[in-house]
């Protein structure tokens, strides 16, 4: 008996790197699996192919699972609610879906175009609603459901040259706070995970010297797609039926919870603030607490020597 012995649950993005691994491990703890991926490029610049999802769903039945294979993209909430016919006509049911589908396009914000915002958005944020709101309702009237959402350090911290991806990742943590919120009444949970894992997306950031490739290298073998998977998996499992809103992270071995914003300091003027009084009294006393623009250094945010920087 598995963990999730008897569940179904949906895994976006299925086909490749942390979602392919939250599928095989979800599959190994007993979940019947329903392995969605487009099989398009990295920057979804390709039409897609059933390949990747249908290869992920076969290995799981080769190893005596159960799983099914789904090449639709998250962008279209009338494709998702397709997921979701297809859980029940093929499984009975569904209780939990992991989130990982996504695509990049860095590039600097002064520089950035509409399509490559918008293309971003649609994946991450978009398709983050979509798997919600096509499975929400469902997950309330059994009052058993979760999601585990992707988010990133890129919203969470910032990455230069990912205004875009940034953007829909801190979206993404706020929607899953407030689908925790409103879920609890009904055993709903939602929590998010910021990954550093090496995958198509760590692999794409450009190597400038020996150095960096060597740096690579060992990435590699230090912070896998299994880590996170693994922590993604075990989010959704019964057992961890006390935990939602939370927001997670995975580098190699660490396990990371961060904080989430909350007020850390506050002013105040009886008589009132006038422009003069902001700049000269209320912005030096906070001052000192002030987020620097800098990313902190590898270390505090819980990450491998040499990691990646952001999921």
């Known amino acids: 008996m598995g963990a999730l012995s008897g569940k179904v649950v949906l895994v976006t993005g299925g086909g490749n790197g942390i979602g392919r691994d939250c599928a095989l491990i979800a599959a190994q703890e007993g979940a019947k699996v329903i392995v969605n991926d487009l099989g398009g490029g990295l920057k979804g610049e390709d039409e897609g192919s059933a390949g990747p999802a249908e290869a992920v769903a076969a290995e799981i039945r080769a190893a005596g699972g159960e799983a099914v294979s789904n090449s639709d993209s998250v962008t279209s909430f009338r494709a998702v609610q397709g997921m979701v016919e297809q859980a029940r006509d093929t499984f009975g049911g569904l209780h939990a879906v992991i989130n990982p589908a996504g695509i990049l396009r860095d590039v600097m914000f002064h520089k950035m175009s509409e399509a490559e915002w918008d293309s971003v958005i649609d994946v991450h944020m978009r398709g983050s609603f979509n798997v919600a709101r096509a499975t929400i309702e469902l997950f309330r009237e059994q009052n ?7 988010t990133s350090t890129s919203g969470l911290i910032g990455n ?7 953007a829909a990742k801190m979206g993404i943590a706020g929607l899953s706070r407030i689908i925790a919120m409103e879920g609890a009444r009904n055993n709903v949970r ?4 910021a990954p550093v894992a090496w995958t198509r997306m760590t692999q794409s950031v450009p190597v400038k010297d020996e150095a960096a490739a060597k740096r690579r290298e060992m990435m ?6 299994d880590q996170p998977a693994r922590l993604s998996v075990a989010m959704i499992t019964p057992a961890a039926a006390n935990v939602s809103g939370q927001i997670f992270g995975a580098s190699g071995e660490n396990i990371i919870l961060y904080s989430q914003p909350r007020p850390v300091e506050t002013v105040t003027k009886e008589s009132g603030w006038t422009i003069e009084t902001i700049l000269s009294e209320a912005i030096p006393k906070m001052e000192e607490k002030f987020t620097p623009l800098a990313r902190p250094p590898l270390a505090s945010q819980g990450a491998a020597p040499a990691a990646a920087p952001a999921s």
């Open 144 to 150: 058993d459901g979760a999601y585990m959402f992707f």
């Open 220 to 225: 590699a073998q230090m912070i896998r797609a």
């Open 190 to 193: 939602s929590n998010c995970i």
């Open 160 to 166: 230069v040259g990912q205004a875009n991806y940034g």
